[in-house]
T-cell receptor
């Protein structure tokens, strides 16, 4: 069974540009989470989808971040316009509907905003 | 202040040593997780605990709910155990709250 995949693995962009990160959860997993680790800090929660609905987006830092999960399969996280402080590693995780506490993580996308 | 605190932040050990990493949390939780991330690698779940103790190979995880404290032990450490070990808790909303991680280096 394929694990959680994320694309791209790395992205280097200039301040003011737009970047879109993609997460493909494990097939059949209803729950999808986005997390972020910025330099030197702990990983922090961004938001949680149940299928295509946003269950909790309390961790989204501001309105420059937009997450979607059309059709309840893969998810995208768009940053527009990117700022320097958005640099970090963005992780995606998924879990089955009935096992919400067991999350399977993707390898992360390393974003550098110059 | 982070809701999940880990210690130590960095740890260097000789191969074969017994290693302990500690985690304290300040809120009510539904479960505590120990995660592992090898350099350049993804995050892997090692344990999920809500009480007591779990063992998997050379790894042992314990939790004391009353004291809001958990420990991860590695017996007979090996260089391949070198990784970042992260403590995280889940609450009612099921998202993780992470500690800052402990970077472990095991020297041959």
């Amino acid at each position: 069974e394929a694990g959680v995949t994320q694309f791209p693995s790395h992205s280097v962009i200039e301040k003011g540009q737009t970047v879109t990160l993609r997460c493909d959860p494990i097939s059949g997993h209803d729950n999808l989470y986005w997390y972020r680790r910025v330099m030197g800090k702990e990983i922090k929660f961004l938001l949680h989808f149940v299928k295509e609905s946003k269950q909790d987006e309390s961790g989204m830092p501001n309105n420059r971040f937009l997450a979607e999960r059309t059709g309840g399969t893969y998810s995208t996280l768009k940053v527009q316009p990117a700022e320097l402080e958005d640099s970090g590693v963005y992780f995606c995780a998924s879990s089955p509907r009935d096992l919400v506490a067991t999350q399977y993580f993707g390898p992360g996308t390393r974003l550098l905003v110059l | 202040k982070n809701e999940v605190e880990q210690s130590p932040q960095n740890l260097t050990a000789q191969e074969g040593e017994f290693i302990t990493i500690n985690c304290s949390y300040s809120v009510g939780i539904s479960a505590l997780h120990w995660l592992q991330q090898h350099p350049g690698g993804g995050i892997v779940s090692l344990f999920m605990l809500s009480s007591g103790k779990k063992k998997h190979g050379r790894l042992i995880a314990t939790i004391n709910i009353q004291e809001k404290h958990s420990s991860l032990h590695i017996t007979a450490s090996h260089p391949r155990d070198s990784a970042v070990y992260i403590c995280a808790v889940t609450r009612a909303g099921n998202q993780f709250y992470f500690g800052t991680g402990t970077s472990l280096t095991v020297i041959p």
